[in-house]
């Protein structure tokens, strides 16, 4: 080792002890000492090892575990952009199969009708050693009752919630903030103009009614009543890729049920997008009880069983995943 070199890793140590201790110090005399762990956890992570972002745990790790390699296909976008919207002879029978429509209407037709209403852009391609974005990912169960969660969902970057769920009422379990809400025409409900919608289509009408939705409000009836119209802000609105959803089946569900759940939709959206993902609100109660947390009937809402989905495979890929600690699953009550 040469001198210099030696000379080198000197100042580099002093300067890291430097900052610990002052770290150290400044938490110690200000209050929260697990800031201290936080902070010495992530300047030694971006000392000793070049890390793939700027977290404590990385999404993308340099030493990958081998089976998240194995599922995990960074080159497939979970959002569908103009460019990206000619699919596959294969993806689109696959699409076009999940719920039959008797007289679809000209996909690529729609396709440009659609970005006409809402942007056509590439986000969140910008992971960088310097990006730590920390996600929640709360699903709806009724274990989210009581857990006192709503802070710690709060102080996350990013915040994605689906279906039908509310804050407004419990906001102590499950946080105030929404930046995402995942939904389908079926389960839409209205948002604030500053949360995004992330739309999951399950057939072109389902396209034609995000249009139809914001605008002219035409449309009121899929398979079953929809809302004509949505509050919801036009700048923020982005679509599901037929093909992420159609790879999620396949390379993370390896075919079960007949499609994956918003749930487990939602959860790979974040892995992909996100550097840290936290789970709340998936699984039962501590009862076994498959319910909503807005719903008072315990016994209402069994919507593991469904028929359409393999509730049980989810939730065992969902545990993987924690054991990889490549999600952390907070698990409720
Ligand atoms: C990942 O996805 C890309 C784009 O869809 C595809 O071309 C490639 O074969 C996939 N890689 C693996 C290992 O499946
Ligand atoms: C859909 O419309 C495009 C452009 O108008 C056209 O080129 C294409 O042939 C149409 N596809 C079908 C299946 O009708
Ligand atoms: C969002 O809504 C608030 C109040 O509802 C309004 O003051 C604000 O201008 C809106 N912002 C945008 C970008 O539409
Ligand atoms: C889920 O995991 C459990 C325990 O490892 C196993 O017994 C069960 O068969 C798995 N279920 C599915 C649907 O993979």
Not at 21 to 50: E, I, M, Q
Not at 314 to 323: K, M
Request: proline share 5%.
């Amino acid at each position: 080792m040469s001198l210099h070199k030696r000379r080198k890793i000197r100042t580099f140590a002093l300067l890291f002890c430097i900052i610990t201790f002052t770290t150290f110090l400044f938490s110690y005399t200000f209050g929260d000492p697990s800031l201290y762990f936080k902070h010495a956890f992530r300047l030694s992570d971006s000392f000793l090892s070049k890390g793939l972002c700027a977290c404590h745990q990385c999404m993308m790790e340099q030493d990958e575990d081998p089976w998240f390699a194995e599922h995990f296909n960074q080159s497939v976008h979970p959002l569908m952009t103009r460019e990206n919207s000619v699919l596959s002879d294969e993806t689109f029978k696959w699409w076009q199969w999940l719920q039959s429509e008797s007289q679809p209407a000209n996909f690529s037709e729609v396709v440009e009708e659609l970005f006409q209403v809402v942007p056509d852009e590439v986000l969140y391609v910008d992971a960088s050693p310097e990006r730590c974005r920390t996600c929640a990912v709360v699903g709806n169960s009724g274990n989210l009752k009581g857990t006192h969660y709503g802070p710690l969902i709060d102080s996350m970057d990013f915040i994605i919630r689906m279906n039908q769920a509310p804050t407004s009422g419990f906001e102590e379990d499950v946080g105030t903030r929404t930046t995402h809400h995942v939904m389908y025409p079926e389960s839409a409900t209205d948002l604030d103009n500053t949360t995004i919608l992330v739309l999951i289509p399950f057939k072109i009408l389902d396209l034609q009614w995000i249009i139809s939705a914001l605008t002219t409000g035409t449309i009121k009836y899929t398979y079953v009543p929809v809302p004509p119209r949505i509050k919801a802000n036009r700048d923020k609105v982005l679509i599901y890729n037929p093909t992420f959803f159609k790879y999620v089946y396949e390379s993370w569900l390896e075919g079960h049920g007949r499609y994956p759940s918003t749930g487990f939709l939602s959860l790979l959206f974040a892995i992909h997008i996100c550097d840290e993902v936290n789970v709340f609100g998936f699984g039962a109660d501590r009862n076994g009880n498959w319910h909503h947390y807005w719903e008072k009937n315990h016994l209402a809402g069994a919507f593991r069983h469904t028929g359409v989905h393999d509730g049980d495979h989810e939730y065992n890929v969902t545990l993987l995943l924690a054991d990889k600690h490549k999600i952390q699953m907070f698990r409720g009550r």
